[in-house]
């Protein structure tokens, strides 16, 4: 099972699309999941990490989401662009990615989010696949 603290911010866009801009807390220089036991664990990760959620974790197959007030002060951590490559030791990092929707639909009309697919996670799991799963258990 995987903690996946994850930030969505909506930029509505004058062509009938959403781009939403998602920033997931990720560990070993931003290439994988936070690996936890339970869900209980999943939100303990939140309280001890300071970080403020803004409603109940998000179950779905093996990801345990946090949903994380946007505003909160995340300067505890790195951003993936900060990090260079196989620095040492490795940090835990928002890394951000962009996920395209028709307005009043889930279509991927400009087939951006099909590049999500090549960019894995622990070498397991799609970028694609995690985010996915995130949008299609939002309430």
């Known amino acids: 099972m995987y903690v996946v603290p994850i930030i969505i911010k909506?930029?509505?866009?004058?062509?009938?699309?959403?781009?939403?801009?998602?920033?997931?807390?990720?560990?070993?220089?931003?290439?994988?999941?936070?690996?936890?036991?339970?869900?209980?664990?999943?939100?303990?990760?939140?309280?001890?990490?300071?970080?403020?959620?803004?409603?109940k974790p998000i179950i779905s197959g093996p990801f345990v989401y946090l949903p994380v007030e946007p505003t909160s002060n995340l300067s505890a951590f790195y951003l993936w662009s900060e990090i260079k490559p196989n620095e040492q030791p490795m940090k835990e990092v928002w890394r951000s990615f962009l996920w395209v929707i028709l307005k009043g639909s889930e279509d991927d009309v400009w087939g951006t989010n099909l590049f999500l697919k090549d960019i894995f996670i622990a070498g397991q799991h799609s970028v694609y696949k995690i985010l996915e799963g995130y949008f299609s258990s939002d309430p």
């Open 10 to 55: 909506s930029i509505d866009t004058r062509y009938d699309t959403v781009i939403k801009q998602v920033w997931m807390l990720l560990e070993r220089n931003g290439t994988h999941c936070i690996s936890v036991e339970s869900e209980e664990e999943a939100a303990e990760f939140a309280i001890i990490n300071d970080i403020q959620l803004t409603g």
